[in-house]
């Protein structure tokens, strides 16, 4: 079993950045950040393939979201600039192991964190 921990949200301004970042206890062969706004269905952000490096992005948050690891560490990071009011939501790591392509899709992985909140307002 793998525990998923997020850290790193907060309040920022329009325009603003923030780094969330997630720590995971096992192996996993990709992690992703999804977010969740009220009312609405949990949406994929990024995913990152934990031994290539490869990278994926929603069409909403590319140039504006960097996600990145540190091996060692077992830690994912998802860098956000520019944020919108519309990105306001709460923020989930996801993992999984197996192999494939890692699409961002809910179904697609087994191991989840309690999420971080991120408000963008002025």
């Known amino acids: 079993q793998v525990q998923v921990v997020e850290s790193g949200g907060g309040s920022v301004q329009p325009g603003g950045s923030l780094r969330l970042s997630c720590v995971a206890s096992?192996?996993?062969?990709?992690m992703a950040w999804f977010r969740q706004a009220p009312g609405k269905e949990r949406e994929g952000v990024a995913r990152?393939?934990?031994?290539?490096?490869?990278?994926d992005y929603a069409d909403s948050v590319k140039g504006r979201f960097t996600i990145s690891q540190d091996k060692g560490k077992n830690t994912v990071y998802l860098q956000m600039y520019s944020l919108k009011p519309e990105d306001t939501a709460k923020y989930y790591c996801?993992?999984?192991?197996?192999?494939?392509?890692?699409?961002?899709?809910?179904?697609?992985?087994?191991?989840w964190g309690q999420g971080t909140q991120v408000n963008v307002s002025s």
């Open positions: 996801a993992a999984r192991g197996g192999s494939g392509s890692c699409p961002l899709s809910v179904v697609r992985y087994g191991y």
């Open positions: 096992g192996y996993t062969y990709c």
């Open positions: 990152i393939l934990v031994g290539s490096g490869n990278t």
